[in-house]
C-alpha cells in the first residue's frame, strides 16, 4: 500500500482549492497507481471535489449543470445529430466524469455497427451533423468558417446595439453593422449565421437570448 501524502495546496489562486493528494484516502492512491483518473473520480464521489487531468486542475462545474449539458447532446442525438455523441464524449473527458447509461450504450452501438462487415463504411457517415459535414474537406472547412464568422458578426451587432440604444430592429441592427465593416457577406447569410450562433447558445443556457427577444423587450419599454 502507498504511503499517506502530506496536505497540500495548490498555489496562485488555485490554492483555494485543496489538491488530490491533500485529500486522497488509500483506496484511492492506489487507485490512482493503476490509473490517475481513476483515482481522482474515486476522491470526487466521496468527498465532492473533482480534479481534472492535468496537474493542479479542478472542475467547478457541479453534477447537476453537467448532466444538463449532457441532456442538450443527448436530445441532439436523438435528433438525428450523431456528431453530439463525440461532443458529449469529449465533455465527460474534460469533467474528469464517467460517460452516463446513455451516453455509454449509444457510443458502443455506434461503433459495434462499424465493426461489423458491411454496414458503416467510415466514421464521417457514423458521426455526422448537418451544420457540420464532414465527408467533403472543402464543405466542412466552409462550415467550421460560418461558425466563426458567425461569431463574429453576432458579437459586433450585439456591442452595436447595446452601444445605440435607438437601434430597435434586428434587421436594422443587421444592416448597421454590415455597413460598419466588410465581412464578406450579405445580410440573408448574416442573418443566417447569426440565428445559427443563437439557436446554440438557447439550447445550452436553457432559454431564449436572441437578439430579436432583447430587441422586443427594448422596444416594449420605450412605448
Known amino acids: 500500500m502507498s504511503k499517506h501524502a502530506a496536505p497540500t495546496r495548490m498555489k496562485g489562486w488555485q490554492g483555494l482549492f485543496p489538491s488530490f493528494e491533500s485529500v486522497n484516502d488509500e ?10 483518473a481513476w483515482g481522482k473520480a474515486a476522491a470526487f464521489f466521496r468527498t465532492g471535489h473533482r480534479f481534472g487531468h492535468k496537474s493542479g486542475s479542478v472542475r467547478c462545474m457541479s453534477l447537476v449543470e453537467v448532466h444538463r449539458l449532457l441532456g442538450v447532446f443527448r436530445k441532439r442525438y ?5 456528431l453530439s455523441l463525440l461532443q458529449a464524449v469529449s465533455m465527460c473527458a474534460e469533467e474528469n466524469l464517467p460517460l452516463p447509461q446513455w ?10 455497427g462499424f465493426l461489423q462487415p458491411g454496414k458503416v463504411h467510415s ?3 457514423l458521426f455526422a451533423a448537418d451544420n457540420l459535414p464532414t465527408k ?8 467550421r468558417l460560418d461558425w466563426q464568422l458567425g461569431g463574429k458578426i453576432w458579437h459586433d451587432v ?5 452601444a445605440d440604444e435607438t437601434l430597435i430592429s434586428f434587421d436594422s441592427a443587421v444592416s448597421r453593422t454590415l455597413a460598419v465593416q ?3 457577406i450579405g445580410k440573408t447569410k448574416a442573418k443566417s449565421l447569426i440565428s445559427m450562433i443563437e439557436k446554440s447558445q438557447s439550447e445550452f443556457l436553457a432559454k431564449d437570448t436572441s437578439l430579436s427577444a432583447f430587441l422586443a423587450k427594448r422596444r416594449k419599454l420605450m412605448t
Open 27 to 36: 483506496s484511492e492512491r492506489d487507485l490512482a497507481t493503476l490509473e490517475p
Open 78 to 82: 436523438e435528433e438525428g445529430n450523431t
Open 103 to 112: 451516453l455509454a450504450e449509444a457510443f458502443r452501438t455506434s461503433m459495434d
Open 123 to 125: 466514421l464521417d457517415d
Open 136 to 143: 467533403s474537406a472543402k464543405k466542412a472547412a466552409a462550415a
Open 158 to 162: 450585439w456591442d452595436l446595439v447595446l
Open 182 to 184: 466588410e465581412y464578406g
